[in-house]
């Protein structure tokens, strides 16, 4: 088994895991809860001298671990290994890891929980060979959140995957803060500048022993930022350094609203030293991370302003996805709710519509429905699904939908043959692979009673729903999908609807989901629908969707529900 092959097997996310690995100057690996290597970084290649297609799967115990003579060491006695099942945090400066030739390498290693953004239970190790210590003068007094330098890597590491692996803005903010408080502060303000280019102080958190307080007395809206003020937040929010702060600094006579703000906030949690960085990305200062400290007697110290920097430099990274998929999600919504139609009014019939987009915004666009009246009196109704979640299949779902309503117009054929021809176009003249839909048309027979034709491409079958609660499934009518050039022909079907019944046309999305079968997505939605077959039709669609769409679900929903009148 190759090395990208074992990554795929393990279902590691390889782009988030590796670029925060590659970020660590040591070298590091990640285990999984069996103590097997799923993620290595190259400086750990380079140590121990072997590719990672040697290191990833193997148990690390069994593989690296050695005694000063270079045999191997029993588990009772590797500290490493003790600390691993316990789940807990450990370090050791002097152990050994044996090297592909045989060799043993002295190392120091850091072991730390550590989260690969899927849910999993992993554990990363970061270790490194001692330098012999040279004579560089007398060694500065250690502070109370002083870090080690594996510490230091450990915490760069963990901060990379944690932001990372979110794409929701507040959710990484408050990631951010977890990390930082209180490990290196006891308080943590963030300001952000918004697309309006205005400052808004949209965190302040106290850490009160194991809990985190958020502060929102004092968070809010900002002054503009001064274009020539050396006072330190002002600085980092025209991304120009990092600096150091305390009371005193903001004790003088105030240049801005910022300063002033700023003087507000010391004066309120009394930080008596604080530590103040750009938050930026590749394109822009998005913020400032100011850290504070009030129970921590030790000040800040410039050396502390590497570390901060670099966490303030993963947390604009991963601001900017998430502003960057928040602007992709909203083009995709708006998008998919302007090719949406609004329904036709038909006298007699009551009708309502839903679309609900997917959670992730590349999941957005190929779900969809339509009704519109016809030239024979009567009233087309579909139902589709484009394959593909993007802005493609949004686009190809506008194609499909406009085609089909020049076909059902111009065509006065069955719904069957419309959607042959629907098929012949599609493949010639969009860009569209496969999909699914219901096509039909509903009209007034002539006893009175509602009547509907259809034909269906290899969608969900229609429920139909009467007055007391019996509900079915229009299984009649089932074809094959679109875009397969089969040339086979379509069935149609049709049915009377019973007088006050509901008919309800659905995508996929609200049956399916993870780990379930299609059967049990069908019987849930049939029983929900039947229990709530004497709600007003607007309640009914609401509960329906409320109740049915699977919690788990990553799909767009659309569906189209049709009442008819009582008699």
Known sequence: MTGSEHREVQGLSVPTASAALEAI???AYVVDEQGCIIAVNARAEELLGRPAAELLGHDAHDLLHR?????????TQCAMRQAFHAGHPAQADEDYFARADGSVLPVSWLITPYGIGDHRVTTLVVFHTPEPLRDTGPLPEPTARSLSELQRLALLAETTTQLTSTLDA???????VTLVVPRLADWAVIDLITERDEVWRTVVVHAEGDTLVQREDLQGP?????EESPMPLSRALRGVSSTLAGPRTYQREPDSGIAVEQGRLFHATGMHSAAIAPIRS??????????GRTETPAAFAPTDLPLIEDIARRAGLALDNARLYQRQRKVAETMQNH??????????????VRYLPAPDASHVGGDWYDAFPLSDASTALAIGDVVGHDLEAAAGMAQVRNMLRA??????EPPSRIVERLDEAIQHITDVAMATMIFGRIETAHDGHWQLSWTNAGHPPPLLISRDGLASYLTDGHGILLGTQTGLRRPDASAL???????????????????????TGLNRLRQHAAALAHRPLTSFTDQLLRRVRPAGNDDDVALLALRVPEG
């Open 25 to 27: 100057g040591a070298g």
């Open 67 to 75: 005694d000063p003579q270079g045999q191997q060491m029993p588990r």
């Open 170 to 176: 507040d959710e990484a903010l408050e990631r951010l």
């Open 222 to 226: 900002m002054p503009p930022i001064p």
């Open 282 to 291: 590749t394109r822009a200062v998005l913020g400032a991370l100011t850290l």
């Open 339 to 352: 090719l949406l139609p609004q329904m036709p009014g038909v006298q007699g019939l009551e009708m309502t």
């Open 407 to 412: 076909y059902a117009w111009s065509q006065h």
């Open 497 to 519: 609807l019973p007088p006050g019944s509901t008919l309800v046309l659905y995508t996929d999305g609200l049956i399916e989901a993870p780990g379930q079968t299609l059967d």
